[in-house]
């Protein structure tokens, strides 16, 4: 018996919600995951050609988390991986391989955690609960670490919103995106994210997109890693000039998620063109938001 897993690519931060806000969207890794009596991973898809394919993959490393968390021995395991979600970007792909990992051993042992502890054990292994609590709940989620424990609520989207990915043809390290930002922020700029993030709830729960403009500014990180990526203002400027309504780094980069309303295909056009311009390849993709989370089954 097996277990098959999907789990969905995450854009983190929205702008203002740098480490708490996370958004699944509607592009799937797909893990199938057998028992043995040692470990064997095989890759197709993104990542194939360089993704570790023994005890140092991340989804064996997140079985064997579980079976430490819950006291059970682990053989091993055979475990295949469907990559769609492109890596290196600020898309989620490491987030996936824990969650998923996480979710097909704790299936294959009769789901001994619950999602709160799967949750827990994602944030330890990834450092940040925003692109997993997203890839594990589905839908925009706020996340929080309290302790031990990370607190996460999964909140409604608007329908009438589209989501706009850029994905860049070069990659980035989120160790090093995440070097680049300071360890202390003036009382100014904590006061001008937090106004942000709570008035981009406020419009999402309302359907108040009118002020997605304002309310995904962000002073937290992304000017800090415009040095990283220098094209970033020209590809959201384009962005917004074709009618996208807020344009930010999707996590920590390169790729930029757009919100759009209405037809997404100018602001596709106009964000590669952009790209493109600044000596950049890279495709943009509308994305739906996955409302489901990772989610599991048995197969024979
Ligand atoms: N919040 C994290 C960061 C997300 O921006 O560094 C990384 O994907």
Do not use: K
């Not at 391989?97 to 009769?110: C, F, H, P, R, Y």
């Not at 589209?162 to 390290?173: A, N, Y």
């Not at 917004?240 to 930010?248: D, H, Q, S, T």
């Amino acid at each position: 018996m097996s277990i098959g897993v999907r789990v969905p690519a995450t854009s983190a931060n929205l702008g203002p919600g740098f480490d708490v806000l996370g958004l699944a969207l509607g592009l799937y890794n797909e893990i199938v995951y057998e028992v043995a009596d040692r470990v064997s991973v095989t890759v197709e898809g993104e990542g194939a050609d360089r993704l570790d394919t023994g005890a140092g993959n991340i989804v064996a490393r997140a079985a064997l988390m579980v079976h430490e968390a819950v006291g059970r021995p682990f053989t091993g395991a055979a475990i295949h991986c469907v990559n769609r979600i492109p890596p290196a970007r600020g898309l989620g792909s490491s987030a996936a391989a824990w969650v998923g990992g996480l979710v097909a051993a704790n299936a294959a042992l009769g789901t001994p955690l619950d999602r709160d502890a799967v949750l827990a054990l994602a944030c330890r292994a990834e450092g940040h609960p925003d692109n997993v609590a997203a890839a594990l709940l589905g839908g925009l989620t706020v996340s929080c670490v309290s302790g031990e424990r990370v607190v996460a609520v999964s909140l409604p989207v608007p329908a009438d919103l589209g989501w706009v990915v850029l994905v860049p043809g070069i990659e980035s390290s989120t160790r090093e995106a995440r070097a680049v930002l300071p360890d202390t922020v003036t009382r100014a700029d904590a006061v001008f994210n937090l106004q942000r993030m709570g008035l981009l709830l406020a419009a999402l729960a309302s359907g108040r997109v009118d002020v997605l403009g304002v309310a995904m500014e962000d002073r937290l990180h992304q000017p800090q890693r415009l040095a990283l990526f220098p094209w970033m203002e020209a590809v959201r400027r384009a962005a917004l000039e074709a009618g996208a309504l807020g344009c930010v780094l999707s996590g920590a980069g390169p790729a930029l998620l757009a919100a759009v309303r209405g037809a997404a295909q100018p602001v596709v056009r106009a964000m590669e063109g952009a790209l493109s311009l600044a000596g950049v390849a890279g495709r943009a993709l509308p994305l739906p938001v996955d409302t489901d989370g990772a989610t599991w089954n048995r197969r024979p």
